[in-house]
Every structure is written in structure tokens, then in C-alpha cells.
Nanobody, 122 residues
Framework: QEELVESGGGLVQSGGSLRLSCTNS????????LGWFRQAPGKERKFVGA????????YFADDAKSRFTISTDSANRTVFLQMNNLRPEDTGVYYC???????????????WGQGTQVTVYS
């Protein structure tokens, strides 16, 4: 069972950048997929992007494809979500989650971190 921890959120002006981090409390990630989701107040958790470890392949929601990237540190113990050209609609709590099978279905993820708040102001 993962113990995921996100960090790196904050307050940023529209057009700015943030880099979020997700660790498994210093341990290696054990499930094949690591996903990032955003949850705005009163809304469902929405897919942002994901990394499939085996193929080192990334996937993104349409509104993130040209602005966000996912990478890891050299030890594969930290996953980064680099967010550029941020917009007010990117505001929300960002969660990283570990999944065995699904990439985009939040309800089928196996574990989640506590989330980190991102607020983008215009």
C-alpha cells in the first residue's frame, strides 16, 4: 500500500508555473500507474495526467497536453507534474494517486495522497 505525499502547490498568477511533487514516502512506487487529478470545490476529481511506469509513457487530459509535463527524479522516487501557462480554471486541490489498471477513472485508483492546493488568480 502506497503512502503518497504531494507538495509544491501554491498561489500563482495566471500564466505562471508550478511544479508539484509526489512521493511514496521515500519508497519506490509499487503500482504500474501514477496519476494526477484535480478537484475543484463542489466538483468531482478530474483526470489531469498520468505516468505508466513500465513504458515510461505519459498521458494527459486535453486541456493539459500542451501545458503540463510529467517527469521523475533519477531514482524514480519522486514524480513531478510541471504546470506551465496556468489558468484560473486550473485551480483546485491536486492529488496524486496509484493505480493498477485504470488511467483516467478516479474511482478505480487504489490509493491517494492528501492533496496540495493550487490557486491561480487572474
Amino acid at each position: 500500500q502506497e503512502e503518497l505525499v504531494e507538495s509544491g502547490g501554491g498561489l500563482v498568477q495566471s500564466g505562471g508555473s508550478l511544479r508539484l511533487s509526489c512521493t511514496n514516502s521515500g519508497r519506490a512506487f509499487s503500482r504500474p500507474i501514477l496519476g494526477w487529478f484535480r478537484q475543484a470545490p463542489g466538483k468531482e476529481r478530474k483526470f489531469v495526467g498520468a505516468l505508466r511506469w513500465h513504458r515510461n509513457q505519459t498521458y494527459f487530459a486535453d486541456d493539459a497536453k500542451s501545458r503540463f509535463t510529467i517527469s521523475t527524479d533519477s531514482a524514480n522516487r519522486t514524480v513531478f507534474l510541471q504546470m506551465n501557462n496556468l489558468r484560473p480554471e486550473d485551480t483546485g486541490v491536486y492529488y496524486c494517486g496509484a493505480s493498477t489498471h485504470t488511467i483516467i477513472v478516479a474511482g478505480q485508483y487504489d490509493s491517494w495522497g492528501q492533496g496540495t492546493q493550487v490557486t491561480v488568480y487572474s
